[in-house]
């Protein structure tokens, strides 16, 4: 729907899915997805938090790279930071994650986000 460029009607589906299951995590990332691509960011960062909030451990990262992606967007890198250093957290707390790529990345964009602002 939302490639033919039926804008409203995607957002529709997706308020309807989580609507009808609002435990499922995907939904709340589509449906941020969408308000993202529509510049409702505030709605899409609501979405992308909830996405993150009501998985069981381990929980996966999708949401809080989508919150660091839109926070740097909006020039909010303090906010882009703290995300990034979620998806850490998450990574050692719930995955026993302390070193890697999954880790290394996210160091790499906390300090390429510093940088912006200074």
Same mark, same amino acid.
């Given at each position: 729907m939302f490639q033919? #460029?039926?804008l409203q009607e995607a957002l529709d589906y997706w308020n309807a899915a989580v609507a009808r299951a609002p435990q499922t995590w995907q939904a709340y990332l589509r449906r941020g997805n969408r308000f993202q691509k529509l510049g409702r960011y505030k709605e899409a960062l609501a979405d992308y938090e909830q996405c993150? =909030?009501? $998985?069981?451990s381990p929980r996966l990262t999708d949401g809080l790279h989508s919150m !660091?992606? &839109?926070? @740097?967007? =909006? %020039?909010?890198?303090? !906010? !882009?930071i703290h995300d990034r250093e979620r998806i850490i957290n998450c990574l050692k707390e719930e995955y026993h994650t302390t070193s #890697? @790529? #999954?880790i290394n990345s $996210? &160091?790499? %964009?906390?300090e390429r986000l510093k940088a912006l602002i200074s």
């Open positions: 033919k #460029g039926m993150f =909030l009501i $998985q069981d !660091a992606q &839109l926070h @740097e967007i =909006l %020039e909010d890198y303090p !906010a !882009a #890697g @790529e #999954g $996210q &160091l790499r %964009e906390i």
